[in-house]
């Protein structure tokens, strides 16, 4: 056996990795991404390399045929051995943040303007104007955060492949 198993294969994992990332980003747009279902996307994306109508495929079959052991290894790993570990996947704002804070604004104003001895049009002004100030920017700042921990998340997912990916360069040295 020489380098070409290693390189093609590193190729083909490279584009495999995009194909599960892929997968991980478009599934975490629609809906929320747990283990499971980070792990059936997992499932789906390897059959790949089973499959005689791949390129994955059709390079393990020809593997299999030149290292039949080292090929059963390699497909252990794909088929049973790969999967997702539960990682603390980071978690969104609650949905009554988006109203606390804007309503904590509300009576800070209130109280500020009551206690002041402003007159009734003051005290409404500034219980309103908190509220509908902060209420926006509560919601982007929710809207940026939820966007990072996705990208964390899918990030640490995609980490844990390297050592199935480690596991396979070594048999194939």
């Known amino acids: 056996m020489d380098n070409t198993d290693k ?5 083909l994992w490279s584009d495999f990795i ?20 980070a792990n059936l996307i997992l499932s789906d994306s390897a059959s790949i390399w089973f499959s005689d109508y791949e390129i994955n495929g059709k390079w ?10 080292k090929a059963e290894l390699i497909q252990d790993i ?3 051995d790969m999967k997702f570990i539960n990682i603390e ?7 009554g943040i988006y109203y606390l804070i804007p309503a904590i604004g509300a009576i800070a104003g209130l109280g500020i303007s ?32 939820e966007e990072s921990n996705k990208e964390k998340n899918l990030a640490a997912l995609i ?3 390297n050592k199935y990916y480690n596991g396979i360069m070594s048999i194939l040295s």
């Not at 390189?7 to 190729?11: M, Q």
């Not at 219980?127 to 509560?138: D, E, K, M, Q, S």
Request: glycine share 4%; net charge positive.
């Open 7 to 11: 390189e093609k294969f590193d190729s």
């Open 18 to 37: 995009a194909l599960v990332k892929g997968k991980l980003i478009n599934t975490a747009n629609e809906q929320k991404l747990s283990i499971p279902l």
């Open 60 to 69: 393990l079959s020809s593997f299999a045929e030149r290292e039949p052991q």
């Open 78 to 80: 794909l088929m049973n």
């Open 89 to 95: 996947m980071k978690k969104e704002l609650s949905d």
């Open 114 to 145: 009551y206690f002041s001895g402003a007159s009734k049009i003051v005290q409404a002004i500034s219980t309103i104007a908190p509220a509908v100030l902060l209420y926006p920017t509560v919601k982007k700042y929710g809207k940026q955060k």
């Open 159 to 161: 980490q844990q492949l």
